[in-house]
């Protein structure tokens, strides 16, 4: 029942943007935080950032200023838009909400070219 669905993900240049969509559904969304996660194969997920039902924000330290998450409560819809993005962004990136039970996307494959 509980459903995530992302969108946005693809190939960009470096230096260019993405902004990344991930809307749920099956869960009562304002008792959730959202965020995104990614993994590049033998590595370790890493947190990207995290959005709770106030607004709070927590940012992985490698971001730097350059992507922002969002949420709209009304759309159930969590948003990570990436500028100036880098070659070592490449990863695999999963969207996940937080609450009394934690949910995880199907993940959605960011490449940056150089």
């Known amino acids: 029942q509980v459903q995530l669905v992302e969108s946005g993900g693809g190939l960009v240049q470096a230096g260019g943007s993405l902004n990344l969509s991930c809307a749920a559904s099956?869960?009562?969304?304002?008792?959730?935080?959202v965020g995104w996660h990614r993994q590049v194969p033998g590595k370790q997920r890493e947190l990207v950032a995290t959005m709770w039902s106030d607004g709070s924000t927590k940012y992985g330290d490698f971001v730097k200023g350059r992507f922002i998450i969002s949420r709209d409560n009304a759309k159930n819809t969590a948003y990570l838009q990436m500028n100036s993005l880098r070659p070592e962004d490449t990863a695999v990136y999963y969207c996940n909400v937080n609450g009394f039970l934690t949910h995880w996307g199907q993940g959605t494959q960011v490449i940056v070219s150089s």
């Open positions: 099956g869960i009562v969304y304002t008792l959730y935080a």
